[in-house]
């Protein structure tokens, strides 16, 4: 069974990047896609984007000029930067994987807190 | 962008009863439709796949139909565990999308 998981900053200031990391155990980034999805709080769920296990990398055009989405195979992590943020992007961030466009398996999920 | 409508946006039921939740997709998302189950503080859980696939390990009062544009999640026997927000997913076309959630209450 994977397992994800994404410890992060917590809080980040206005204009600065937002970066994070996702922790696979149980599984191979070298297979399926590997997603991230955020979550305002008391709010529905936004698809960031994902990393293929091929290198492609597909992010939601809301997001894609201030999004990147890369993976460490010698180290099983996969990773967020989100830069140029604001109080938008104060979110649930979680990390999820999947062989298919749904998601299988889903981290804990981190609350990251855009604020000065 | 692909727009997905839950409705209702919230519902007050009973242990026992039925409940339907519908999702309307703004455009013809054949059977590419997901549905979740998420409970405060826990991130979202698989249900249904493909409109109407139960995902492994998920109790058969859960099923999903429907195909194009309108699709339904629906619980019978509804269960003190099921009272949560159910969101549906679609993933027909880039860019992933989620409906707005469904939040099933206890009545």
């Known amino acids: 069974q994977v397992q994800l998981q994404e410890p992060g900053p917590g809080l980040v200031k206005p204009s600065e990047t937002l970066s994070l990391t996702c922790t696979v155990s149980?599984?191979?980034?070298?297979?399926?896609?590997w997603s991230w999805i955020r979550q305002p709080p008391g709010k529905a769920l936004e698809w960031i984007g994902y990393?293929?296990?091929?290198?492609?990398?597909r992010y939601n055009p809301s997001l894609k000029s201030r999004v990147s989405i890369s993976g460490d195979t010698s180290r099983n992590y996969f990773s967020l930067k989100l830069n140029s943020v604001t109080a938008a992007d104060t979110a649930v961030y979680f990390c999820?994987?999947?062989?298919?466009?749904?998601?299988?398996?889903w981290g804990q999920g981190t609350l990251v807190i855009v604020s000065s | 962008a692909i727009q997905l409508t839950q409705s209702p946006s919230s519902l007050s039921a009973s242990v026992g009863d039925r409940v339907t939740i519908t999702c309307r997709a703004s455009?013809?998302?054949?059977?590419?439709l997901a549905w979740y189950q998420q409970k405060p503080g826990k991130p979202p859980q698989l249900l249904i796949y493909?409109?109407?696939s139960l995902e492994r390990g998920v109790p058969s009062r859960f099923s999903g139909s429907g195909s194009g544009t309108n699709f339904a999640l629906t619980i019978t026997n509804l269960q003190p565990e099921d009272f949560a927000t159910y969101y549906c997913?679609?993933?027909?076309?880039?860019?992933?999308?989620f409906g707005g959630g469904t939040k099933v209450e206890i009545k």
């Open positions: 493909a409109a109407s």
């Open positions: 990393l293929y296990y091929t290198g492609t990398t």
């Open positions: 999820a994987t999947s062989d298919y466009d749904w998601v299988q398996h």
């Open positions: 455009q013809d998302i054949i059977d590419a």
């Open positions: 149980g599984g191979s980034i070298s297979n399926y896609y």
């Open positions: 997913q679609q993933f027909h076309s880039y860019p992933l999308s």
